[in-house]
């Protein structure tokens, strides 16, 4: 049986910004709180319009939701409280207060969190819950999006 309550893996083809934002509502719909999402992709890419078809999907507004590009996080609240990160902007060695600002944000249940520029992360402890969305392609061609379930060798000791 296709469950609708199970995050979708795979890789899809979108050739219209509406397919995008419908691939996220499908995602949305399975969220229960607890989940991470990192979003990789070029600028333009379509990362912010896969996260508000998450956030419609809890019933979140469109307006209330845009890139927290200065902000670095943004909250919005449906029926889970959504964490939007950008991390597109932070500065140069502000990757260690990130982490204590996010090891924070993992310690609620009840959330979800979706991270932009997620390679920005650097390697931190993250839960079994969390999913790689990498978006390829930009301007007007079509995008290739693959949702994958983050493997766990992606853990912080795995040493560099
Ligand atoms: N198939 C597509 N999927 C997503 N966005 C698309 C697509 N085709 C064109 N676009 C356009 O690309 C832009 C994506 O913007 P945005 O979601 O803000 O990107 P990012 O957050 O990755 O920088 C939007 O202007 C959107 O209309
Ligand atoms: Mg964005």
């Known amino acids: 049986m296709v469950s609708e309550n199970e995050v979708p893996t795979g890789s899809w083809i979108s050739r219209e ?3 995008t934002a419908a691939l996220g509502e499908r995602v949305g719909r399975a969220l229960r709180g607890g989940e991470v999402f990192l979003l990789d992709g070029p600028l333009g890419a379509g990362k912010t319009l896969f996260i508000k078809g998450m ?8 307006e209330e939701v ?3 590009s ?7 609240q449906g029926r889970l409280t959504f964490y939007h990160l950008d991390l597109y ?3 140069q060695g502000a990757v260690a207060t990130f982490a204590v600002d996010l090891e924070e944000l993992l310690s609620d249940a009840r959330a979800v969190i979706a991270i932009e520029w997620a390679e920005r992360v650097g390697s931190f402890p993250l839960p079994p819950t969390t999913w790689h969305v990498r978006i390829e392609g930009d301007g007007e061609e079509p995008r290739r999006i693959t949702i994958a379930r983050l493997e766990n060798d992606a853990s912080p000791d795995r040493s560099s």
């Open 17 to 19: 910004p509406t397919e």
């Open 55 to 62: 956030t419609k999907a809890l019933g979140i507004e469109e």
């Open 66 to 68: 845009s890139s927290p």
């Open 70 to 76: 200065f902000t670095l996080v943004n909250r919005y």
């Open 89 to 91: 902007r932070m500065p």
